[in-house]
C-alpha cells in the first residue's frame, strides 16, 4: 500500500461528496469520467463561484484527475519531467456564464464559438487553480497561446492547440503560499524529480478541447459543457492525447 496515494484516492471522493452547489447535477448534464491506464482510478468534482475566479463572470464545477503514483512515489507522475503524465490533467468543465450580454461562455451572441474567450478558463485553470494552488507566484503564471485550430465534431466545437504553461514542479522551499489541501491529492513534488528544473518551468503542452451548450435557449441558466486534455508536446505526450481523447469521445458523443 501506498499512503500518499491512498490519501489522493479518498480526497478525491471527498470532493464528489461534500455538499456543495452544482448545476451540472441540478440539471441532470452528466459528465462521465472515464479511466486511462496511468491515471488515478478516481476524480475529484470541485465547485468554483465566480467570487473566487479572479473576475471571471462564471461559476465552474470542475471534474478531473491525473497521473497515478507510479511504484511506490510519494507523489503524482503530474510532477515528473519525465512522464507523458507532466502536467496533465484530464476531464470536463461545466461553465454557468454570468455574462453581462445573457449569452453561453463561449459563444458570442450570434451563437458561433468564441475560442478566445474558451481559453479564458484553461488559463485561468493553469494559471491560478492549479499551479497557483501548489504555491506558483503570480510572476510565473503565464499561459500563452502559441497556436490553435478550431473545428467542430458532431454538435461539438473543437479547438486543438498549443500553449505554453506554468508546470506545478517546484522546490519545497519556493511554495510557502501553497494551499495544503491540494498536497493531499498531487502528493508533495519529489525532490528528486526537479534536478535542473526550476520550479513552476514553462512546459509547451499540445491538447483538444471541445464544447458546446448543454442547456436550451429558453433556459435561464446558461450552461456550456467541456471536455478534453492537454499533454506534454513530445512523441509520448501525444500519444498519451490520443489514449484520452479516445477515452473520453467514447462518454461524450
Known amino acids: 500500500?501506498?499512503?500518499?496515494?491512498?490519501?489522493?484516492l479518498k480526497a478525491m471522493v471527498a470532493t464528489q461528496v461534500m455538499p456543495k452547489p452544482d448545476f451540472l447535477l441540478a440539471k441532470g448534464i452528466a459528465t462521465p469520467m472515464p479511466v486511462v491506464s496511468g491515471a488515478l482510478p478516481q476524480y475529484a468534482r470541485v465547485f468554483f463561484p465566480s467570487l473566487v475566479l479572479k473576475g471571471l463572470p462564471v461559476d465552474l464545477v470542475v471534474v478531473w484527475t491525473i497521473g497515478d503514483f507510479p511504484g511506490n512515489s510519494i507523489c503524482?507522475?503530474?510532477?515528473?519531467?519525465r512522464s507523458p503524465w507532466y502536467n496533465v490533467f484530464y476531464g470536463a468543465y461545466g461553465i454557468l456564464s454570468h455574462k453581462r450580454d445573457g449569452t453561453y461562455w463561449g459563444f458570442k451572441a450570434?451563437?458561433?464559438?468564441?475560442?478566445?474567450?474558451m481559453f479564458e478558463i484553461p488559463e485561468l485553470d493553469y494559471n491560478y487553480l492549479t499551479a497557483g494552488q501548489l504555491g506558483c507566484p503570480p510572476a510565473k503564471q503565464h499561459f500563452e497561446v502559441l497556436?490553435?485550430?478550431?473545428?467542430?465534431?458532431g454538435a461539438w466545437s473543437l479547438t486543438e492547440a498549443v500553449c505554453k504553461v506554468p508546470s506545478g514542479l517546484h522546490h519545497l522551499e519556493d511554495s510557502l503560499h501553497a494551499n495544503p489541501l491540494y498536497y493531499s491529492i498531487f502528493g508533495y513534488p519529489d525532490q528528486k524529480?526537479?534536478?535542473?528544473?526550476e520550479s513552476y518551468e514553462p512546459v509547451t503542452m499540445r491538447g483538444q478541447t471541445f464544447f458546446r451548450k448543454a442547456t436550451t435557449e429558453d433556459d435561464k441558466d446558461k450552461?456550456?459543457?467541456?471536455?478534453?486534455?492537454m499533454c506534454p508536446d513530445t512523441e509520448a505526450g501525444?500519444?498519451?492525447l490520443k489514449t484520452i481523447i479516445a477515452a473520453l469521445r467514447q462518454v461524450y458523443p
Do not use: C, F, K
Open 1 to 8: 500500500m501506498n499512503p500518499a496515494r491512498e490519501l489522493a
Open 238 to 240: 501525444q500519444a498519451l
Open 76 to 81: 503524482s507522475s503530474y510532477y515528473d519531467p
Open 147 to 153: 497556436e490553435q485550430h478550431p473545428g467542430t465534431v
Open 193 to 197: 524529480l526537479i534536478g535542473n528544473h
Open 223 to 229: 450552461i456550456t459543457l467541456t471536455w478534453g486534455a
Open 110 to 117: 450570434d451563437g458561433t464559438p468564441n475560442y478566445e474567450e
